[in-house]
Nanobody, 124 residues
Framework: QVQLVESGGGLVQTGGSLRLSCAAS????????MGWFRQAPGKEREFVAA????????YYVESVKGRFTISRDNAKNTVYLQMNSLKPEDSAVYYC?????????????????WGQGTQVTVSS
């Protein structure tokens, strides 16, 4: 079993930046794909970004390409989401996920373990 703890959310103005962190414990996740998802009020949870275990392959939802960057530090068992040029529509609870399936064919399937989420609010 693995535990995921997100941090780094908060309130920021349009155009601002935030860096989310997700620390994993319970087992190493260095060989596992890690993903970020988000859920806004009244909407379904949606995929945001994912990174393969090697860190060399990443995937993004179209709406965040060029603004968000996912990265990982396997020595720290941690994944990050750098969010720049934030927009009000980025406001949501952001969740970390492990062991998902992501590929170049468009598969964006989360694994069974989720963090508790961190709130991101972008004011206009």
């Amino acid at each position: 079993q693995v535990q995921l703890v997100e941090s780094g959310g908060g309130l920021v103005q349009t155009g601002g930046s935030l860096r989310l962190s997700c620390a994993a414990s319970g087992r190493t996740v260095s060989n596992s794909a890690m993903g970020w998802f988000r859920q806004a009020p009244g909407k379904e949870r949606e995929f945001v970004a994912a990174i393969r275990g090697s860190g060399r392959t990443t995937y993004y939802v179209e709406s965040v390409k060029g603004r968000f960057t996912i990265s990982r530090d396997n020595a720290k068992n941690t994944v990050y989401l750098q969010m720049n040029s934030l927009k009000p529509e980025d406001s949501a609870v952001y969740y970390c996920n492990v062991d998902g399936t992501y590929n170049s064919l468009g598969i964006r399937s989360p694994g069974r373990y989720w963090g508790q989420g961190t709130q991101v609010t972008v004011s206009s």
